[in-house]
């Protein structure tokens, strides 16, 4: 996790515009990350040889979804003892393999309902993430209750998943998306708080903050997107 990585003291601290160059990476690692599941979902969507491949067995998904979770938790828990070109090969892993999986939304909403959610997610994400930045409010404790109801939100879910219940689908869609704007803020604030703990712009930490960070934000912008869609989205 971003709060359990230390960094070494290496000098004088970063300055105000390297702590923006931090943030600039970070974004920037994020789009490319989307980028890439963004055309690998539509490359799956055009190929009905490729969607039958991944989703005509349930194997395959559990297989790439076994995937994605350990590429999150080597990315998470193991990022002190990676290079930083390995920790960026395995994001940009991840966004592909995320991509694969993504692929499965053009099966049940359309292509209009697709766009509209993602312009909607991205205006969120965008001014969540600026509020993030520039609020001068200590959002610490925010996070252990967005935490607490992430939990919940888990729990509701694979409890839905035996009770189909539309109900409780637009509740946990609504939940969602108000937990993952929230952890859009508070996690904006952390990175730019640990860039502020920073040293040396060029060395290794600083280029693996970025990509901790771009994959902190990465998967907050999906799940938001995928709560949205599943919230307003209009179904084939």
Known sequence: MLNSYAYPSMGNALTKAEQNRLLRSVYNWMTLGLFISGLTALWVAASPTVQQLIFGNSITVWILFLAELGLVFTLSGAIQRLSSGTAATLFLVFSFINGLTLSSIFLIYTM?????????????????????????????????????????LVIASVVNIFMHSSTLNWIVSFAGIIIFTGLTAWDTQKIKRLGEQMYDRNSENFKKLAILGSLTLYLDFINLFLFMLNFMGRRD
């Open 112 to 152: 209009s309902s697709i766009a509209s959610t993602f312009f909607i997610t991205g205006l969120t994400f965008g001014v969540t993430s600026f509020y993030g930045y520039v609020t001068k409010t200590d959002l610490t404790s925010l996070g252990k209750y967005l935490f607490m109801a992430l939990i919940g």
